[in-house]
T-cell receptor, first 114, second 115 residues
Framework: AQTVTQSQPEMSVQEAETVTLSCTYDTSENNYYLFWYKQPPSRQMILVIRQEAYKQQNATENRFSVNFQKAAKSFSLKISDSQLGDTAMYFCAFTAYNTDKLIFGTGTRLQVFP | EPEVTQTPSHQVTQMGQEVILRCVPISNHLYFYWYRQILGQKVEFLVSFYNNEISEKSEIFDDQFSVERPDGSNFTLKIRSTKLEDSAMYFC?????????????FGPGTRLLVL
């Protein structure tokens, strides 16, 4: 069975600083996708970034980047130049190529301080 | 930007009652999903739906649950006889394709409280 683990229940960072959120996963699949979703206090979960397992290059989206280590089954999210609007719950998620379902971690609550 | 919408935002019901949660997926999406999040726990997959059929479901999705696309825009989750443990946030999602090839877009959720 696939699992996703986020070992940091809460993190905090000062505005303009960099923070890294950790995620590890377990799977026997070779083709899969990994995601980071953000859930602000307003509740709507929105996609931050995605990574295809077959791609060696780490995905980046503006201030957000990932460190994807396939052998170690690690998928961390780095937020650079943190902004107050980054305050949210962040979920790491996994899906195998041949399935519909997303498997989520327990989330990391990130607080950005001025 | 197109969004998934859900109604109602909050629902309170008595144990044993039927509830219907409604979702309007993004209009050109073909795959629809329901997830739930019990307070303080993980977001869990319930069911996926494509071409008017369930394509995948979890162990949670038992006979008390059903899904339907009654018209061209709505996607509903029905809980026939609610239990206390059904209290959770229910999220609808949609995507253009399945299997992670296309991103799933989530609605804001319906908070269900069963008393």
């Amino acid at each position: 069975a696939q699992t996703v683990t986020q070992s940091q229940p809460e993190m905090s960072v000062q505005e303009a600083e960099t923070v890294t959120l950790s995620c590890t996963y377990d799977t026997s699949e070779n083709n899969y996708y990994l995601f980071w979703y953000k859930q602000p206090p307003s509740r709507q979960m929105i996609l931050v970034i995605r990574q295809e397992a077959y791609k060696q290059q780490n995905a980046t989206e503006n201030r957000f980047s990932v460190n994807f280590q396939k052998a170690a089954k690690s998928f961390s999210l780095k937020i650079s130049d943190s902004q107050l609007g980054d305050t949210a719950m962040y979920f790491c998620a996994f899906t195998a190529y041949n399935t519909d379902k997303l498997i989520f971690g327990t989330g990391t609550r990130l607080q950005v301080f001025p | 930007e197109p969004e998934v919408t859900q109604t109602p935002s909050h629902q309170v019901t008595q144990m044993g009652q039927e509830v219907i949660l409604r979702c309007v997926p993004i209009s050109n999406h073909l795959y629809f999903y329901w997830y739930r999040q019990i307070l303080g726990q993980k977001v869990e997959f319930l069911v996926s739906f494509y071409n008017n059929e369930i394509s995948e479901k979890s162990e949670i999705f038992d006979d008390q649950f059903s899904v339907e696309r009654p018209d061209g825009s709505n996607f509903t989750l029905k809980i026939r006889s609610t239990k206390l443990e059904d209290s959770a946030m229910y999220f609808c999602a949609s995507s253009e394709a399945s299997g992670g090839v296309e991103t799933q877009y989530f609605g804001p959720g319906t908070r269900l409280l069963v008393l």
